[in-house]
């Protein structure tokens, strides 16, 4: 009777451990983050496209990264949603992750876009934010230059006329 009883609260935890099963699987909605473009400067926008599931078709759902503020995920119909970011201008250059927030649960997903750097110019005019006063020394001098040349060139011209 002992065994009968073993038995039984056995085959009762089975049978639990069964039906509880698919209810314990790992959570697999969202399967993908795509980004337009992939490459984008600090400052400017990007559409962000969730697929693979309906999880963040749902009202509430948001999705955010260290690049940008949590946005509100908009619904495309069918199994996608989409939402349109700026990128803060502080942004450092990278590759950046991003995190989907649907249905109470979290998923990131690595290296979605990259925000690129700004461009060194060197000792161009992008160093300064106009003539320095070098600039106008150099300038005057050749203007000045210009003017001396002109006028001995017109002078000698004028003299040769006469002759």
């Given at each position: 009777?002992?065994?009968?009883?073993?038995?039984a609260a056995a085959a009762a935890a089975v049978a639990l451990v069964g039906v509880a099963a698919p209810t314990a699987?790992?959570?697999?909605?969202?399967?993908?983050?795509?980004?337009?473009?992939?490459?984008?400067?600090?400052?400017?926008?990007?559409?962000?496209?969730?697929?693979?599931?309906?999880?963040?078709?749902?009202?509430?759902?948001?999705?955010?990264?260290?690049?940008?503020?949590?946005?509100?995920?908009?619904?495309?119909?069918?199994?996608?949603?989409?939402?349109?970011?700026?990128?803060?201008?502080n942004a450092d250059p990278g590759s950046y992750n991003v995190?989907?927030?649907?249905?109470?649960?979290?998923?990131?997903?690595?290296?979605?876009?990259?925000?690129?750097?700004?461009?060194?110019?060197?000792?161009?005019?992008?160093?300064?934010?106009?003539?320095?006063?070098?600039?106008?020394?150099?300038?005057?001098?050749?203007?000045?230059?210009?003017?001396?040349?002109?006028?001995?060139?017109?002078?000698?011209?004028?003299?040769?006329?006469?002759?």
């Open positions: 009777m002992r065994t009968t009883r073993v038995l699987t790992a959570w697999d909605q969202p399967s993908s983050v795509t980004a337009a473009p992939n490459a984008v400067a600090r400052g400017g926008r990007l559409v962000l496209t969730v697929g693979g599931g309906d999880a963040c078709t749902m009202a509430g759902s948001t999705i955010s990264s260290n690049a940008f503020p949590t946005t509100n995920l908009t619904s495309m119909g069918g199994t996608s949603a989409t939402a349109t970011v700026r990128i803060n201008s995190t989907t927030h649907c249905e109470g649960k979290r998923k990131t997903f690595n290296s979605v876009f990259t925000v690129l750097g700004g461009v060194r110019g060197g000792i161009g005019g992008s160093s300064s934010s106009g003539a320095t006063t070098t600039d106008v020394a150099i300038g005057g001098g050749l203007v000045t230059a210009a003017l001396v040349g002109g006028g001995v060139f017109w002078m000698r011209r004028r003299s040769e006329n006469r002759i």
